[in-house]
């Protein structure tokens, strides 16, 4: 247990989008997408969710589906949830409008 202890106190843990952040200075492109691809939080949720898809999808009513049939249904299935919650979103957002836009300052030189 001490050794442990003390281990963590020697090098002290970076969370991995800041490495990247810091690290890959010289390539901006890469590291644009890896502080984004190593920001996301892992989880099975998705997965979950998509099973549940797939089990509600190929039931015993359906049990004669082809796995690519199945596949497709559950593909069309989730992007008809998600344009739904693209509709109610952009229901919701206020159009934007241009005087919002701040003004840029003025050069005090002039």
């Avoid at 050794?3 to 810091?22: E, F, G, T, V």
């Avoid at 901006?28 to 920001?39: D, T, V």
């Avoid at 241009?98 to 050069?107: A, K, R």
Wanted: glycine residues 2%.
């Amino acid at each position: 247990m001490m050794m442990l202890l003390s281990r963590k106190r020697r090098s002290p843990c970076m969370a991995s989008y800041k490495w990247a952040n810091i690290y890959m200075a010289p390539w901006p492109h890469l590291r644009w997408a890896a502080m984004r691809l190593l920001a996301l939080s892992c989880s099975a949720s998705g997965c979950e969710r998509s099973w549940s898809v797939e089990d509600w999808i190929h039931s015993k009513k359906r049990n004669r589906l082809g796995h690519r049939t199945v596949e497709r249904l559950v593909r069309a299935h989730t992007n008809l949830v998600l344009q739904q919650v693209m509709t109610d979103w952009e229901s919701c957002v206020l159009p934007w409008d241009l005087e919002m836009i701040p003004d840029e300052p003025e050069d005090e030189e002039q």
